[in-house]
């Protein structure tokens, strides 16, 4: 948020939390791979040539699982709120969204579950469209970031 009397801009960048980077995700599936390979090769020169095609199939799905996870390594969610919009920008694998309210009529609403099972949801919309943000927060971070959109909304 830019400092000062008067606010001009808030911007806030959320990602989910990933432990390893395209780069080392590669990496440790190629470890994984000359691992089971050199297993596999093992047991072939044993006797056991069926564990070869096997560790292959092994191989391909997680190399599969790793892809899918990897295609979701930059996503995230971009809260903007200027003078009269607030608007919030996603991307969630290959596709974009953008939500865009007038800043006059937009609500933000922290909904929560009763019995406290389940986390959170913070939604912010107007005129009966809304939207969740926030989602690969915790619940304090969630918590935090309805009261700072309610201060900004209010100004």
Known sequence: MTQGTELSHYRRMIRPNRS??????????????????????????????????????????????????????????????????????RRLGRRRFHHEFQRYWAKISLRCDARKWYPSRLVVGSHGRFVEIGAWMEEDQRRVLARDLKQIIQR
């Open 20 to 89: 390893l980077s395209r780069r080392w995700l590669v990496a440790v599936f190629a470890a994984y791979v000359v691992t089971e390979v050199g297993i596999g090769v093992a047991f072939f020169i044993m006797g056991a040539w069926l564990v070869l095609p096997f560790a292959g199939l092994e191989i391909f799905v997680i190399g599969v699982i790793l892809y899918l996870v990897s295609r979701h390594a930059r996503d995230y969610e971009l809260i903007v709120v200027d003078e009269r919009h607030l608007k919030v920008f």
